[in-house]
């Protein structure tokens, strides 16, 4: 009878793994990118062999189990762990610092760092190695034999980034509003499209009164190409050492172009200024037949032909269109002029149709506008900012599938500024569990507390930080909420992220309107 009984029992434990597993979902393979969460797979044996007993997301690598144990699924002694990570970090030196008893190792990018594969008493190892600024593969490996078991993991910045190691924008940051002497902070920037608002654009910069110089070499094939700069204040970009758009000066918000006839290896700077107020910058080229890019990345929806415009002199599409007009690109500030001949300055209405071959996958749509949006993909409305408005900017994610889809975007002025511009991010293909990028911009101020101050949380409902946000203070918002909208994650002032309860804050955008993590 017991023998019958333990038969039974051994798969239905490995049933109970699959089943596990299963409920994590496509993305559990793997940690998302850039995301402060660890896939740790646990094992009832030393040798990590098998499949893992218990999986799940854990916050730090942080661990003293003491005689314990980390699971009631897993042994006392005799278990082991992997931990894995994608994290995104900037370029710069750092120092890995491993603890464990007994053993433990470390691969950056499948390169060993750290090698303690061994039975032993507590005991702290490190190593440093310099990055090249995005995202890394990170892998802690550990074991436990008997008695005491502790396993920790943490890394710190220690260097500023070498010459070489960006692959991406150099950014180089100064606390002061003309790029002089030594920049405070290096960082490897994959795109320039920022909105920091009033706050800082790293530890150790000020909010005001900063500057930054970015530099980059790009292959551009033969083809004139039209640079966007988008910034509140100061900017001037400069395409193989000739100085194409120069507004370097205190200005409000503002769009500047310049075209520039391209053939090969390319030499791109750009540099910014901060004075006070409102700091935000992005850079952008339109590429033959294609959309414009945003922050000078790559890839998006491209192909598929110009946009069709269809330009009306009243704001609601009554009629037939003043006239018609290929565009190659919605990305148009016209301040308080007219986009074109019988059409007036203001009370005017435009919608572009256009479809483009894609492949399946999630996509996310920005749009800049002043006043009325709204937006369709496949036939489906994602963005509906059919108001008057000052300029803001809205985003929305959507699954599409492989093949020809159809995208329309309308848009109304009613008076004043003018002014327009849709982008889109490379598809993030949903069987990876990839989070859409957060949306920018967004602010929280605290509101709730009647006077008291609000703790920071590690993650919602999750462990106090020991820091905390003083009432009516204003922090950014990531763009993330828990899935209940009971808590928002949030920029920590001096760096990092962290949560705090939505019943304490006003959020800019209405809670529910951010992306579940």
Known sequence: MSTKMNRTFIPLLTLLGVMLLLALGPGAGRAAAADDTWVARYFNNRTL???????????????????GKPHALVNDDNFSVRWTRTVDFSAGSYRFTATADDGMRVWI????????????????????RVLSGGEHTVRVEYFEAGGMAVAKFSWQQIGTAPAG????????????????????????????????????????????RFSVRWTRSLNFPAATYRFDVFADDGVRLWVNNVLVIDQWRNQSEGRFSANVALNGA?????????????????????PPGG??????????????????????????????PTFTRNDAAIDFNWGAGSPGTGIPVDRFAVRWTRTVPLTAGLYRFDVFSDDGIR?????????????????????????????????????????????????????LPTSTGTTPPPISGL????????????????????????????????????????ADSGWVEIFRPGGGTGWVSARYVTTSVPVGTLTVR
Do not use: C
């Open 375 to 427: 937006v369709w993909v496949n036939n489906q409305i994602i963005i509906d900012q059919w108001r008057d408005q000052p300029a803001g900017n809205f985003s929305a994610t959507i699954n599409l599938p492989t093949g020809n889809i159809p995208i329309r975007v309308e848009y109304f002025e009613n008076t004043g500024r003018a002014a327009v511009a849709l982008s889109t991010t490379p598809p």
């Open 49 to 67: 062999a098998g499949n893992p007993i218990v999986q799940r997301p854990e916050e730090a690598i942080d661990n003293d189990w003491g005689g």
């Open 291 to 320: 959309s414009s890019i945003p922050g000078g990345g790559t890839g998006g929806v491209t192909g598929g032909g110009p946009w069709f415009g269809e330009y009306y002199n009243n704001h609601n599409f009554i009629g037939a």
């Open 266 to 286: 390319t030499s791109l700077r750009l540099e910014y200024f901060e004075d006070q107020g409102r700091a935000a910058v992005a850079l952008a080229w339109n």
């Open 165 to 208: 190691v960006f692959a991406n924008w150099k950014g180089e940051y100064f606390n002061n509003m003309n790029l002089t002497g030594q920049p405070s902070f290096l960082r490897d920037d994959r795109q320039i499209d920022f909105n920091w608002s009033t706050g800082s654009p790293a530890a150790g910069i000020a909010a005001d």
């Open 443 to 482: 602010t929280a101020t605290v509101t709730g507390t009647g006077g008291a101050r609000l703790n920071i949380r590690s993650a919602p409902g999750g462990a106090v930080t020991g820091q905390q946000l003083q009432p009516n203070q204003t922090v950014g918002l990531t763009g993330f909420r828990s």
């Open 109 to 128: 990018d499948d390169q060993l760092l750290i090698d303690a594969w061994s039975d032993s008493q507590v005991r702290t190892l490190q190593a440093d």
